[in-house]
T-cell receptor, first 113, second 113 residues
Framework: GEKVEQHESTLSVREGDSAVINCTYTDTASSYFPWYKQEAGKGLHFVIDIRSNVDRKQSQRLIVLLDKKAKRFSLHITATQPEDSAIYFCAASSGGSNAKLTFGKGTKLSVKS | AQTIHQWPVAEIKAVGSPLSLGCTIKGKSSPNLYWYWQATGGTLQQLFYSITVGQVESVVQLNLSASRPKDDQFILSTEKLLLSHSGFYLC????????????FGHGTKLSVL
């Protein structure tokens, strides 16, 4: 089955700098790649997603890049703010009737002011 | 607007005792429903999914069961808790199409002692 590896378990940046979180996946059939944010003790909140028909997507300060050849995707948070501090999960969907998402292990991002 | 409500927010239970966790989705008919489990400090693992009332598919065997008695309700249960059941349980829904984003509830923290 699909495996998603999230390379950074922790990441610390200064306010205003950019943060980059990298993920790789194994299943070439994966076509949907969302990112979620989790604050302490809370559920997951959707951040941004990208589908395999594009290689870049931007939503305000968030940019997602997808390299299908390398089976790699990344989340770029520009001009970071303290409220960006949270755990970020990447995920990949290998399709199927249940649209099962396979998650990475999460990256704890700390933005220091 | 759609809302998802999970109950209870937290539970402390004894090993061997029964458990029932619930999830209700309002504002969306015939959603796909999911249960995810997150070990403390860990990633998320899909446990069950349901595409329609009365039909539930098991993804992993953890001595848990799930049911969908109504279109907007998803129940996770077991008759006998194990220590390994401790963690964070998240209910989620999706619109019912392939590869669509998941909307998560706030989660239930379960501690089995």
């Amino acid at each position: 089955g699909e495996k998603v590896e999230q390379h950074e378990s922790t990441l610390s940046v200064r306010e205003g700098d950019s943060a980059v979180i990298n993920c790789t996946y194994t299943d070439t059939a994966s076509s949907y790649f969302p990112w979620y944010k989790q604050e302490a003790g809370k559920g997951l909140h959707f951040v941004i997603d990208i589908r395999s028909n594009v290689d870049r997507k931007q939503s305000q300060r968030l940019i997602v890049l997808l390299d299908k050849k390398a089976k790699r995707f990344s989340l770029h948070i520009t001009a970071t703010q303290p409220e960006d501090s949270a755990i970020y999960f990447c995920a990949a969907s290998s399709g199927g009737s249940n649209a099962k998402l396979t998650f990475g292990k999460g990256t704890k991002l700390s933005v220091k002011s | 607007a759609q809302t998802i409500h999970q109950w209870p927010v937290a539970e402390i239970k004894a090993v061997g005792s029964p458990l029932s966790l619930g999830c209700t989705i309002k504002g969306k008919s015939s959603p796909n429903l999911y249960w995810y489990w997150q070990a403390t400090g860990g990633t998320l693992q899909q446990l069950f999914y349901s595409i329609t009332v009365g039909q539930v598919e098991s993804v992993v065997q953890l001595n848990l069961s799930a049911s969908r008695p109504k279109d907007d309700q998803f129940i996770l249960s077991t008759e006998k808790l194990l220590l390994s059941h401790s963690g964070f349980y998240l209910c989620a829904w999706s619109p019912g199409h392939l590869n669509e984003r998941l909307f998560f509830g706030h989660g239930t923290k379960l501690s089995v002692l």
